[in-house]
């Protein structure tokens, strides 16, 4: 907390005393002097914790307070005030000679762009203090910065133990209660990724020259995801032996299984009578076994938490060493960059587009992977 650099960033713990630590920096800093301080959390009630326990730490003969404004007045003329930071647009205008971010993972951006002018003029220094709460946050990006070494600020984290004032026991406690990633990231302030893209950059992948027309003695596979709650059905065919994918159809919302069974069919036989790998998770069961009434060769990839695991690590794997590639078609593209990988509590991973975002011509790449990788590798197609 008295690190000498203008700011200083520090993760801490749940009840680890950052908050209260900060008011007896601000306090020392501010005593017998003429400073004003503004104090910032992410909303008013919390900004009235700070003010608070600035009221109690300080003799009431020694200060003044406003409580409808939450100013504290402290001797010879310093002033703090405790701001919520929900309005960035109404912290701009004041000017500040310390400052204090309480709760920072929990302030919006812009509110840390609108503190950051207030103390411009001044050269103020402050302190930006927070729990860990993933990395997609400007809090974790300044606490990396200083971390890194930039010149004039400081990097910290505390744990909730280093508290005296907290038992311990209650802490083992916790740890045995929660969720091991919850409890490092509550009580010990590890940051964790929130969720990761995992194509990385697949720009370079994209091969403008690979769409086309069936080749003679060309032998093909088809992955077919099929669409279930208001996503379509996507179908993509790759050549066996090159890994390329040749095409895409993506179906029109709604269409009625039996239309889409034969739309799959019949780009199968356009496609030298394509081997065909089709999601029968759940709706997709009935649809397999209607399509092996048809004179098709298809069979049925279930989803589980393992399979798609299975299915989505061959695709990174073929997509890094360039086993597959694919045309310059938007719509996959654009999936492929958003596709994410989500760090479950347990430890597992869960593989999916982003909320409001798809990943049906992904997973219909994967299949199509999938079933090539089976057929070239075994000559046959080993369902799941
Ligand atoms: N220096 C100190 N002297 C006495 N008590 C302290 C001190 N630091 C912390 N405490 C005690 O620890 C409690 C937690 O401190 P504080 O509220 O500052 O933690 P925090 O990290 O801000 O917690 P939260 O995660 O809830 O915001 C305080 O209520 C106080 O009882
Ligand atoms: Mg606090």
Not at 153 to 179: G, K, M
Not at 253 to 273: F, M
Not at 292 to 303: A, H, L, T
Request: proline share 5%; with cysteine.
């Amino acid at each position: 907390m008295l690190a000498p650099e203008r700011f200083g960033i520090c993760a801490a713990g749940t009840k680890s005393g950052k908050t209260m630590g900060c008011v007896i920096w601000a306090v020392l800093k501010a005593w017998g002097k003429r400073k004003r301080v503004g104090w910032f959390a992410p909303s008013y009630s919390q900004a009235k914790i700070g003010y608070n326990l600035l009221k109690e730490m300080v003799p009431a003969h020694l200060r003044r307070a406003n409580d409808a404004e939450l100013v504290v007045y402290l001797p010879v003329g310093s002033e703090f005030h405790f701001k919520t930071a929900e309005k960035p647009a109404l912290i701009y205008g004041a000017a500040y000679d310390l400052f204090v971010i309480d709760e920072a993972s929990r302030i919006r951006e812009a509110a840390w762009h609108a503190i950051r002018s207030t103390i411009t003029q001044t050269k103020a220094p402050g302190k930006i203090i927070a729990n860990a709460k993933g990395k997609a946050n400007w809090f974790f990006r300044s606490w990396r910065l200083a971390n890194e070494g930039r010149p004039g600020w400081s990097c910290h984290r505390i744990s909730t133990v280093a508290n005296p004032y907290v038992d311990p026991l209650e802490v083992a406690e916790a740890r045995r209660d929660l969720p091991e990633r919850k409890f490092l990231e509550l009580y010990e302030a590890e940051f964790f990724a929130d969720a990761q893209s995992i194509f990385g950059d697949i720009s370079c992948r994209i091969d403008k020259d690979i769409m086309g027309m069936p080749k003679r003695g060309r032998a093909y596979v088809i992955g077919a995801d099929l669409g279930k709650h208001g996503d379509p059905s996507v179908c993509i065919v790759c050549d066996i032996e090159s890994g390329q994918m040749v095409s895409m159809a993506i179906f029109p919302l709604g269409l009625p299984w039996d239309q889409a069974r034969k739309r799959i069919a019949r780009i199968a036989t356009t496609y030298n009578d394509a081997f065909i790998l089709v999601d029968s998770t759940g709706v997709g069961d009935p649809v397999l076994d209607e399509m092996k009434d048809m004179s098709v060769r298809v069979e049925g990839y279930k989803f589980t938490n393992e399979t798609k695991d299975n299915l989505i690590s061959a695709l990174m794997k073929d997509v890094e060493t360039g086993q597959i590639s694919w045309g310059d078609w938007p719509t996959l593209s654009e999936e492929m960059q958003d596709f994410q990988a989500t760090r479950l509590p347990g430890g597992a991973w869960r593989y999916a587009a982003p909320e409001g975002a798809h990943d049906d011509t992904v997973i219909a790449l994967g299949l199509a992977n999938w079933a090539r990788r089976d057929r070239k590798t075994k000559g046959s197609l080993l369902y799941v």
